[in-house]
């Protein structure tokens, strides 16, 4: 007779899941054991055990996220459960089916204050679309499909807690009775499809209007060639968001990339200059690069209906899967031959490219210049590279310089932007996809976080992987850079060494010590051997690049604002200001004169004070 453990295993399996990530404890000590079995007898699943549940939970949305399959973590009672919950916020904020299943002290301590006793339901319940507490072997099938079918309808994590003395029951054999619920395993379809009134509603729309863009997000992820043939018909412009980057490839000459503070310029004048509005399958965050209200006529396609119609009043909201919806608008959309509105975004684009390349050649006096180094990686990324990058300035620079082309992956966690990410996001795409090259790009505090203890778990599971070649590039320069800007710009603070500095660690010799190949980067001249002999290793490499900390994050267009917050700082003492004031004078001057208007100025009185 099966145990409730044993059973619970083999309906994870029974909803296509291959793969788990996890973390045991003694609240999950019966459901540990009953994988070990299982994989004993060649019936279980592939178990990964990273080095922190924190870190199962991110590879469990990351999985969700490059594999369109339901994630899982699994993790011990109170302290390992809530280890997870970044990681779960992680999946909620980006859109993500995972489910978690989380041990529990036995039925009979349940609200007794006994150790590691605590109210998981209720610690979950923000998080998840649906959390169950397990509390009888009749019970388990019903609260494990609920949980498998709720994440992938509603695209949410879900949590099933599972108290230790009810893993060791006997599953039994569910017949027909009252109160037990006897359940399905079938997955249900998401190709969801608006009525055809709502499809000729749109194609009147798009129809109308003589400069389209569309706005396309991660949620139109397996669409690519739908959404090209789309933009074909209707002469339409692409912005992708920053987790739709890879999406719609690269060299479309029409694609603009990213939007906002870690887009293109290009991609803000076609926003500005559009009359139509498509998003699709985007919950894109930033209002304020959108048009003035009213300015243009918007629609939007997305699966989750409370996401639609709140970052611009969209005038149309298709509930609907991207793909379907666009195959079945398709037939209904005339073909326009004026190209003029294309070829206009195309040629913006090729000044914006030129100035990207003249970015990464400004030197700086205190280590490399990072955009060097990411578009010295962005050279080289082989085929169906798979790329990761961190909150933080690697974000900026991933969205300036990587482009990825067709059959290419990369993703960061997206609305929850946590910091960390990128290394479990790496692990789990090797693990999802051992025979491709992964690279993850990530700043050496979120490398200090978690990042460094998850080399040891790419030691353990290395030999697996029939492509070995996994790149970490760690941009060294001891400085929570992103916040150290955002401190300037936003709130006109300077940067406060007691918050911001972060401890120099020798990172090279670190992945050393675990017997990887170890390059040091500390200025441009060796930036292109470097990344040569990087990508010439089959096998782990670690890349320790010393770069500038001075090196501004420039939003594609600099506000007023902006400007004043900077120079504001400035003139309260920022331990940086020399630096500072010279290596944005550097990049502003690249950017042009037009851009360099107000950016960090400072009038003659307060230049005069501050000399």
């Avoid at 011990?76 to 995972?98: E, R």
């Avoid at 670190?510 to 051997?529: H, M, P, S």
Wanted: hydrophobic share 40%; aromatic share 8%.
């Amino acid at each position: 007779m099966a145990k409730v453990s044993e059973f619970i295993i083999q309906r994870i399996k029974d909803w296509g899941v291959t793969r788990v990530f996890g973390y045991p404890g003694d609240g999950a000590g019966e459901i540990d054991g009953a994988f070990g079995r299982l994989a004993e007898q060649g019936d279980g699943l592939e178990y990964i055990r990273p080095t922190h549940e924190e870190i199962a939970a991110f590879m469990a949305t990351a999985h969700a996220k490059f594999t369109g399959e339901i994630g899982v973590c699994v993790a011990t009672s109170s302290p390992g459960g809530f280890h997870l919950i970044n990681g779960l916020y992680d999946a909620q904020m980006d859109n993500q089916p995972v489910v978690a299943i989380v041990g529990q002290q036995g039925l009979d301590a349940l609200g007794t204050f006994t150790q590691q006793e605590s109210n998981l339901e209720r610690a979950f319940q923000d998080v998840a679309c649906y959390v169950q507490t397990i509390v009888s072997p009749k019970q388990a099938q019903a609260v494990i499909d609920t949980a498998f079918r709720t994440a992938k309808l509603r695209r949410q994590p879900a949590v099933v807690v599972v108290p230790h003395d009810v893993q060791s029951m006997d599953a039994g054999e569910l017949s027909p009775a009252h109160w037990v619920a006897r359940s399905s395993d079938a997955a249900p379809s998401v190709r969801i499809t608006p009525e055809r009134t709502e499809l000729q509603k749109a194609a009147e729309i798009i129809n109308a209007g003589q400069k389209v863009t569309f706005l396309v997000g991660a949620g139109a992820r397996g669409a690519t060639d739908t959404v090209l043939e789309a933009a074909e018909i209707t002469g339409a412009g692409i912005i992708t968001a920053l987790r739709g980057k890879d999406v719609i490839p690269s060299d479309v000459p029409f694609h603009t990339q990213q939007l906002g503070l870690l887009g293109s310029l290009p991609s803000i004048n076609q926003v500005q200059g559009c009359d139509t509005l498509v998003l699709l399958g985007t919950n894109y965050p930033y209002g304020e690069f959108m048009p003035a209200s009213g300015t243009v006529r918007a629609i939007q396609v997305d699966l989750k209906p409370e996401q639609m119609g709140i970052r611009y009043p969209t005038e149309l909201n298709l509930w609907g899967d991207v793909g379907a919806t666009l195959e079945a608008l398709i037939p209904l959309l005339g073909r326009k031959e004026d190209r003029s509105w294309q070829e206009g975004i195309a040629e913006d684009w090729r000044g914006w490219e030129r100035e990207m390349a003249a970015q990464t050649e400004i030197g700086y006096e205190q280590g490399a210049n990072p955009r060097r180094v990411f578009a010295a990686l962005n050279d080289r990324l082989p085929e169906r590279a798979v790329v990761t990058c961190d909150a933080g300035t690697t974000a900026d620079w991933y969205g300036h310089h990587i482009r990825l082309r067709r059959g290419m992956l990369g993703d960061l966690s997206g609305r929850l932007a946590s910091m960390l990410a990128a290394m479990p996001y790496a692990t789990a795409a090797k693990f999802a996809f051992p025979d491709r090259p992964v690279f993850c790009t990530i700043g050496d505090g979120a490398f200090q976080m978690l990042g460094m203890n998850e080399l040891i778990t790419v030691k353990k599971y290395m030999a697996d992987w029939p492509n070995k070649q996994f790149v970490v590039l760690i941009m060294h320069n001891d400085d929570l850079g992103q916040v150290s800007w955002e401190m300037r710009t936003e709130d006109g603070n300077p940067r406060w060494p007691g918050s911001q500095d972060v401890e120099s660690v020798d990172y090279a010799g670190w992945a050393e010590l675990l017997g990887f190949k170890a390059i040091r980067i500390t200025d441009d001249d060796q930036v292109d051997a470097a990344m040569d002999e990087a990508f010439a290793h089959d096998g782990i490499t670690v890349i320790d690049a010393y770069v500038s900390k001075n090196v501004p994050p420039l939003p594609p267009k600099i506000t007023k604002q902006y400007a004043m917050n900077t120079a504001r700082s400035l003139l309260k003492g920022d331990p940086n200001e020399a630096d500072v004031i010279k290596d944005s004078a550097h990049a502003l001057v690249t950017e042009g004169v037009e851009r360099v208007k107000g950016a960090l100025h400072i009038g003659d009185d307060e230049k005069g004070q501050r000399e």
